[in-house]
Structure formats: structure tokens, C-alpha cells
Nanobody
Framework: EVQLQASGGGLVQSGGSLRLSCVGSGFTFDDWAIGWFRQAPGKEREGVSCISSIDGTIEYADSVKGRFTISSDKVKNTVYLQMNSLRPEDTAVYYC??????????????????WGQGTLVTVSS
């Protein structure tokens, strides 16, 4: 059974940092790409970043480029999202998902088959 477990959210002040983790089980990152999405209160879910160990694709939303870094540890079957220079508008529930990471399609949730539970990130001003 494919499962994804996201963690690492919390409350941080504007300008601060957090590192989210997404641990996968029941599959390997050799076969699936991992994407991060977020959903703020009253807003639609949006893609944040994705990474594929299959072909090396890494994508970021324009709103997080230069501030967020995605990486993977295949031994631990874990994908990380390092979030620096956080802003209040980054406040959201963050989800990780397993699927396909394609250039310019990081926001296409239909490319992802398995989803983890979310982890809440709150950035205070």
C-alpha cells in the first residue's frame, strides 16, 4: 500500500525557515516523482514544487523560486522542502503527493495518484 506522511509544519515568523518532510512507503522514488502542493484558507490548492529521481526534473512555482528548495533522499525514501524567507502568504496546509513531475506542470494535481495528509504552515507577520 502506497502511503505518504508529511511533517515539519509549524508556526514561524515572517522571514523564518521550516523544513517539511515527506516520507513514502509502499513504493520507491525510483518509480514515482514527488510533488508539494499547498492550500490556503479560502483558496484553491496550488502546486509548489516537484522532483523526479527518474529523470532529474525539478520544478518550482514562481512564487517560491529562490526561497524554497526541494531535495530527495532515496535511501530514506524521503523528500524535503526547505522553506526560507517565509512570508505570511506562504501560510497554508502543505501536502505531498506521488506521481509525475513534468516541466511546467508542477501544479497539475491530476498527475499525482497518491496523497499524504497535510501539514500546517503558519507564517506570522
Amino acid at each position: 500500500e502506497v502511503q505518504l506522511q508529511a511533517s515539519g509544519g509549524g508556526l514561524v515568523q515572517s522571514g523564518g525557515s521550516l523544513r517539511l518532510s515527506c516520507v513514502g512507503s509502499g513504493f520507491t522514488f525510483d518509480d514515482w516523482a514527488i510533488g508539494w502542493f499547498r492550500q490556503a484558507p479560502g483558496k484553491e490548492r496550488e502546486g509548489v514544487s516537484c522532483i523526479s529521481s527518474i529523470d532529474g526534473t525539478i520544478e518550482y512555482a514562481d512564487s517560491v523560486k529562490g526561497r524554497f528548495t526541494i531535495s530527495s533522499d532515496k535511501v530514506k525514501n524521503t523528500v524535503y522542502l526547505q522553506m526560507n524567507s517565509l512570508r505570511p502568504e506562504d501560510t497554508a496546509v502543505y501536502y505531498c503527493a506521488a506521481g509525475a513531475c513534468r516541466p511546467h506542470q508542477y501544479g497539475d494535481s491530476w498527475l499525482y495518484d497518491y496523497w499524504g495528509q497535510g501539514t500546517l504552515v503558519t507564517v506570522s507577520s
